[in-house]
């Protein structure tokens, strides 16, 4: 699925320099669902960041699916953005005027859908996280675990090969929280590869591997 090799990053901060990722490398095979795990400041959300192609590294090599991730025009990164990768955020990022069903069917627009076929996709993915009673509901009128159930339909309804998902529990109370992580099991039982980052050690277990970072570096990769 994807290949990291000695990847480095830096973000200038005035006139000098932080050095957040130290040469990774990572290696995520298709079907497996990683944790990506670390104290707050550790880089996690900056290594999931590049591996979604929203920033780029400053060297190293990363590939997707086959495919050399580098000085990709920002139109060809959405290109390939919208076709292999699905995201899941802790704030939902949901769009607030919009229902559910709305918010389901907004990527799918981008992908040259039919209205009706979005309809019928985004309607599909509503049910699938068990949400069609729910689906002309705003995201203000859903509790938190609904509205994260929405965006991980979202990050359904374009079919990605990979889940990618930075905290997805993290605004959320823990019986919510597992089941959620338990749903993402259940997606990852029919084969999707997922990407999750948390800093929480219960969720990181629910994972069936673990990467851990510390100051930009993976200290530890091993199999739950
Ligand atoms: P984590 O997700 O593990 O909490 P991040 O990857 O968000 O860590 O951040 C790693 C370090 O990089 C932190 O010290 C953070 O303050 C810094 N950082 C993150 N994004 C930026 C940015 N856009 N500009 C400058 N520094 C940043
Ligand atoms: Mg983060």
Not at 189 to 194: A, H, M, R, S, V
Request: overall charge negative; some cysteine.
């Amino acid at each position: 699925m994807l290949k990291i090799n000695n990847l480095h990053k830096s973000y200038a901060i005035g006139d000098s320099s932080l050095h957040v990722l130290k040469g990774i490398n990572l290696d995520i095979e298709d079907g497996e669902m990683v944790a990506i795990m670390g104290s707050s400041g550790s880089g996690k959300s900056t290594l999931l960041n590049i591996i979604g192609m929203l920033d780029e590294a400053d060297s190293g090599d990363y590939i997707l699916d086959g495919l050399p991730i580098k000085n990709l025009t920002e139109k060809k990164a959405a290109v390939y953005r919208n076709k292999f990768l699905g995201f899941i955020f802790q704030s939902f990022n949901l769009i607030n005027y919009k229902n559910a069903l709305e918010n389901v069917a907004l990527p799918l627009y981008y992908q040259g859908f039919k209205r009706k076929e979005r309809q019928e996709k985004a309607m599909f993915y509503l049910e699938k996280v068990g949400l069609t009673d729910w689906a002309h509901h705003l995201p203000k009128e859903l509790s938190g675990g609904q509205n994260q159930r929405v965006a991980i339909a979202r990050a359904l309804a374009a079919n990605p090969k990979l889940l990618l998902a930075d905290e997805p529990t993290g605004a959320l109370d823990t019986t919510i929280s597992y089941e959620i992580m338990e749903f993402l099991q259940q997606l990852n039982d029919e084969g999707k590869t997922l990407l999750i980052v948390t800093h929480e050690e219960d969720i990181a277990n629910m994972c069936k591997r673990i990467v851990r970072l510390r100051d930009g570096v993976i200290m530890e990769d091993t199999f739950v």
